[in-house]
Every structure is written in C-alpha cells, then in structure tokens.
C-alpha cells in the first residue's frame, strides 16, 4: 500500500474562494483546531479549544436557549494588503489540505502561506512567503470574540490584550461564583522584524483605566492588537500559541508564552518535520480503499479517510472531547446553536467508528469526559431519582451534573416520579428550575421562551415534568457499552477493572434501581416512565430503555465474571436479567403499534398508552449493543427474524427507499450492514453523504442559508456555527460494517470476524481493520471475489472467522505452516502474540 497516495484521494482541492467561512480549511492537534479560509485581502483562523467553557454545572447565569457558550479562544487575521490589489480572488487561489501531512497550503497572487497544527504542543505554525514586486506590510491581527468586559447575571467574561516582549497576547477569563476558566493566545514571529500596535490611549504598552473598579463602565475601547511585519519579500514565520485552564492561580499567558518561545528554538521547518512524521506514521494503522465504476465508492472511501483525519485533529490528548457541533472547527465567535453542553446521541457518532481504525487514543478525550463526571452522577442518581448506580443526562455540562440543595432534590423526587401533581410545585422549586438551562436534561421540560414586558417566561412541555431528554436513560448503557467495546478490543484488564467495570456497575444500578421498574404478576421487569429518543414519552418498555437494559446486563455478568468481582451480587444481577422484559413487538396487545394477524411480529416503541401519542415501528435492537446482527442468527433466530421482519416492515414504508431514512443522524446505514444488507446499506450510504433530506431534517435550515453542505464535506445541520461531521461518522461505521464485522452474536458473548458481510457487488474492496481481541485483518475482494484473509494477532488468544466463502474447505496458514484446514462455517483457532495468520481457499 502506497499510504501517501491512498490517503491523499480524501485530500481538499479547492480552485476558489469559500464563500462562506464553514467552508474553510480544517487544521487541528486534537485539543486545538480552527478553519482556515480567506478573505480577498487575508488568511483567517479562529482559535478554538476542548477546555474553554465560560460556564459549568454550577450556573445560574444562561436560562436561555444557545446562549451558553464556550471553546472559542480568539480570532487571528494575516492581513497581507494595505493599499494595493488583492490577493486572494476565484482565478488565482488555489488552496489544498493534505490528509498525510496534515497540512494545509493556500497560494493567491505572489503570496503564499502554509500552516498546520503541531502535535507536540498548541502551536499553529504558519510559513509566509512574499513573492510580490512590492511587497506590502503584513498585519498579524489577534482579536477578543466579544468587547472587552461583558456581565451576563453572575457570570462574567473579561478579555484583555497585552504585550510581552515582541509577542502579542489575548487573554480571557470567565468567573461565576466559584467557577473559574481562563485561555490565552500569544502570537510571534521569527525570521522578519515587526512592530506591535494598539490604538488605546497607551499603544498597548500600558492598561488603560487599570484604577476601575466596576465591570463595563468605561471598559477598553480596543479590541484588537496588531503584530506589524516589516515588508519585504521572501519567507517568515508565525507561532500561535494558546493554553486553557481551570486554576485561578495559573499563570496562563506565561504558559501560551512559553510555547511561543519553545517553537521559535524549534523553527519552523523543525516542527514541520516531527509534525509530518507523527502524521505519516498515523496514517499506517489501518485504511479502507474503494473502486465502483461509477465513482460511488471513492465518493464514500474519501469520506472515510476524513473521518479518520478529523478525528485525529479533533479528539487526541486533551481531557475533554470536542462539542459535536462545531467539533474545534466553529469560526463565528463561540455562540452556537444547540449550546456548549454535550448531546450524548449526537456525540456518539462520532465515536461509533474509532475502534476499528485501531487509534485507541482518539477513544481518550470521550472517555475522560464521562469518567471525572462520575462522582457528580452518583450523587444526582440519589438526589433527582432516588436510585444507586450514576445518572448521565443525555444532556450534560462538561464536568457533569450539579448538586442540588436538599429540598430540591426532595421536591424534584417527588415530581418526576409522578408522585406529586406537576401543577403543585412550590414556588421555591418554580423560582430555582427559573434561573437553569432549559437544554439541560433535568429542566428540559422547559419549553420555548419569550420576554413579556421584561421577564423571561416559559411554556413546558405540556407533559410535566417529562421533557424530550429528562427521562432518558439508554444513554447511561450506550456510554457504558463504548467502555465495554474499548475492552473487547485491547483486552485491557487493567482497562476494565479500573475504567470500564466501574461505569458498567454504575450504569446498571442505576437502572435496576429506577422506581418505576418493578416486577409484574408475569415475573418480568418491566420500566415505567421513560422516554426513548426523544418520543413515546412516559411509556413502558419503551424501546431504548428496555434495549439499554437487554444489552448491558450480559455485559455486566460478563465483566465481573472477567474480574471476579462482586460475587454476592452475580445471583441478583442474573435473576434480574433472566427476568427481564422481552423488547416490545407489535403483537404485544398493549403495543403502541400493531401489525396484522397474518403479519410478522416486528419491534415497536413501547408498551401502552404514551403521552406523546407515538406509534410506530423500532429498529433500534439493529443500531445498538450489539442486540442484533448476522451473529444473532446463529444463536438467537428468532430475534434475528424480528430484525428481518422490522427491516421489511421500515422498507415497505419508505417505499423501497432507504435514502429516505438517511438523515444526517441516523445510523439506518450500520444497521442495514451489520444485517448483511449490501445494496439497502449502498444506498443509504451515498443518500447520508449526498445530504439528500437536508430541507426536511436540518436544524434552522433557512437560518444557515439552506447548505446541504460546505466545500470541507462539513454540514451546518446543527445550526448557526454548529458545523458537523456526524453524517461522516455514521457512513464511517457503516462503512465498517460492511466490510468487517467483529460483533458478537449479543452482548457479552463471544466475537466473530466477517469478511465482506455486506460490500455492494459492484465495488471492488481492500481494507485493514481491528477487530475484536485486538486482531488486525487485511483482506480485498476484488469483482466478487475474496483472494484471502489476513489476520495479525497482535494479543494473541482464540480466533473465531466466520467462513467468508461459504461451505468451501478453508486452509489457515502461519507463515508455511498449516494451522488448520477445515469446511466449518464458523473457523475457530488459536494464535500466538505477533503472529500473522492467511486464511484461503484449500487448493
């Protein structure tokens, strides 16, 4: 494989101007990225980072609706004209990004820049090159998001601008009560003189009205720095620089300082060099290359690649995964649609695909998230439901949930567990959920705001205190099930006992302990009042719920059988989990959709009456936890044939159409995979990346101008300044699926690889994946055909391959040697750590 040119058929070309800054250049080291686009005159950059949040759980200050925000750090303009032509125009520009070196080079008329950013600390370098007959001065431009102080309720944000030498810098701090975050960015230069400016009173050598007391009141008029560079032609450099922190006592500007300093020792070239090996070596781990005659399949491949790319330069090495929308890559201020907090079911899909790219480390950021919020989720598991285990919002702050004082917690127990009338809160309890966020899970019954003669008043929901996300739980699993998954696939003991076990435990406590799950006269566990994806809202048995529980509890038997932990409660856990209510189908009575008598069960969404009165099928057991796939038909047809019969049922209603279901969200392409599906998965696939239901499913569609997407494959579908990969995400796991499969035939039970399960008979396939057990299997087929399997134990252990030529006699080689040779359908073989194992038809 020549990785250097597979990799750059995902490359960006453009020949144009982006017309909208969305559509620029995306750039990023994992805890820091930006857009890079231009303007006629300049390059653009808006610094943006994971650890920036102007608020957390604690605050009372944003009870409006994407008012909160976060991430951005400040704007950087090189400003290459004062008096002269432009330089960047249609017709001249030509801008590249290449995925292998992670780099990004934009050329205009005599002037050309390259950038990217360095892997090693939280730089962007910046090479300048001046080739103009009268070369003009440049203008580095360092601007704050917003004026200098701004007071919103107890929440403050104040930005200053200084000097340091020959280095600008911008720094903005954001306090309310006790919380406490600040970010700074410094700018230098090396190898061309320059000069600071800022038209305050001082120049920027001094504060200006540095005796204030007051916030606001006669605050800096400036906004702006600029770094002036001496014209002249040839080459310089510039280092942006930028740190976040959450400790008042951290001299954050030193720290942004102190990293300017290191990269101007490096150099430039220097970094570009580590930076490039760093990337090139990445790219080394896995790959998936495509071919179709009509170009179909290299439209997905390069999707694909990107993906990949945007992960790396989005989640690596910081504490905190980015926002899934925006990602790092917002370049309109940090105000966005939808808020700074995390949605987990958008979330997710940007990490659905990660583990079989074999970079575990890109799993890190979203992991580190959800656990150092762990303590916070207990507590609210006890104080807002009155149950054990952790409560994870769906929608959560990014250091999780806040304490309530007592008599709140009392009273919001006794309403959402419909055990006092919704229309009986107190004042106390009205006055409190007035000042929260009505995004936030547990006040998310707040519906729309308005002002009415200068107050701030709320409808709800209409349906109490169940709001879309409040009483979702399958979540809690599904953050769960990713520890679990991350185990499957490195075999990490230490892993599971230490990260994994402790979020299995809590997830399924925190369920079997839910008040409105109890034991019926049928000896089942059946869940009352909750709400699956947004719909059939206080139902039973809703779909997620009961999916959650039917795929975690395998999984929490299995983890502590794996550690031998917890033996006094293995009986209980397993009476409960072989009591569990069944998944709902349409042949339930009670069913809030039901199927003909001479009709096939199929799985719906709940049981009996919902309050949002939603009925219709479920083919949720096909997306997640791994409930239901090819594997279950081995060891669980009749679950397999109600995901067929579900299948069919969706088919029919979409009219033999899956692009209809193709949203930017849905997982409707690893669902039709992970059943073996190839032409239903092709075309579901290409439907997702094409965008082709943009005007009925986008958020504020004709709020962000009605793009299907931008020139960088990026969506708006959020909203304003909400850009996304997440229809990347989803075509990259379906992707997968359908070329190699390691699922389980259910949760917790044993793993199988699968070959080619699902590749549309028109594309000619080659790919290196990870699998489960930490095996790396290359194969290609190529007009049908499937030459051979390779498969690297790199743990060593039992592999277990399901015969991808069907009932043709297999011969496993190791190296010379026969390993084994057999007609099986399903090949089972031990392997040696570091060996290398082809599997092929017998001669």
Known sequence: MNYREHVSRGDLHYEHTVKRSEGGLPIGNGRMGTLIWTSPSAVKFQVNRVDVYANDRSTNSFNQRHLDYGYACGFVDIDFVDYGEDVFEDGTIRQHLSLYDALVAIGGSEVNLEAFAYDHSDVFAVSVHDERENPQGINIKLKMLRPAEVVTKSHSAISKLSMHKDMMILKQEFREGDYYCASAVAIGIKGRDGVIRMNDEFGGRSPVGDFRVSKVLGQPNETEMRLCVKPGSGSFDIFIASAATFDENVDIADQAISQIESARNAGYENMLTEHKEWWNEFWHKSYIRLSSEDGKAEFLEKHYTYYVYLMASNSRGGQ???????????????????????????????????????????????????????????????????????????????????ELPEDIATEMRELYLLRKPWEERSERFKQYAHNKHPHESRWNWKGHESWVDGNLVYTDKSWGPFGSTSHMFANI????????????????????????????????????????????????????????????????????????????????????????????????WEEFYSNLAPLPKSDHPEAVFKTKDDEPAVWVGAIGDVLDNRSDIATDPMRYLNLCSLETAYDNPEWFETGKSTLKYQEALLGEDWGKAATEMSSVASMLAGMGLAEEFKQAVLAQLECINADREYCYYADTGRVKFYDNRLTVREGVNAISAQ????????????????????????????????????????????????????????KGVIEFVKIESTLGGKCRLRNPWGERELVVHQGDHVQMVSKASLLEFETDKGTTYTVAISP
């Open 477 to 572: 699993a599904g953050i769960a099930y990713h520890y679990w998954n991350y185990y499957e696939y490195t075999k990490d003991l230490a892993w599971l006992r230490d990260r994994a076990y402790p979020m299995i435990k809590g997830a399924v406590e925190f369920m079997r302990n839910y008040p409105h799950l109890r034991k019926d006269n049928d000896g089942k566990y059946h869940m009352y009042n909750t709400i699956s994806g947004e719909k059939y809202i206080g139902g039973k048995d809703t779909i997620q719920s009961t999916a959650a529980l039917h795929g975690i509890m395998p999984v929490m038997l299995k983890a502590a059988e794996v550690l031998d932990m917890d033996p006094e409660m293995r009986p209980v």
């Open 320 to 402: 905190y995964p980015p926002n899934f929308g925006g990602m790092l890559l917002s370049p309109r201020g940090d105000f966005r649609h939808w808020g700074a907090m995390q949605w987990w079911s958008n979330l997710r899909l940007y990490y659905n695909a990660v583990l079989a790219t074999g970079h575990y480390e890109l799993m890190q950021p979203y992991f580190s998230m959800y656990t150092g919020m762990y303590d916070s989720c207990a507590i609210a598991a006890e104080q807002q439901w009155g149950s054990k285990g952790i409560y994870i919002p769906e929608t959560v702050w990014f250091n999780g949930v806040d």
């Open 727 to 782: 229809r990347i995400g989803n075509s990259a796991n379906g992707l997968q699926y359908a070329l190699c499969q390691s699922q389980p035939a259910g949760p917790g039970k044993e793993s199988v690889i699968n070959v080619f399960p699902a590749c549309p008979k028109d594309w000619d396939a080659e790919f290196s994946l990870w699998c489960h057990g930490g095996f790396k299997v290359t194969s290609e087929i190529c």
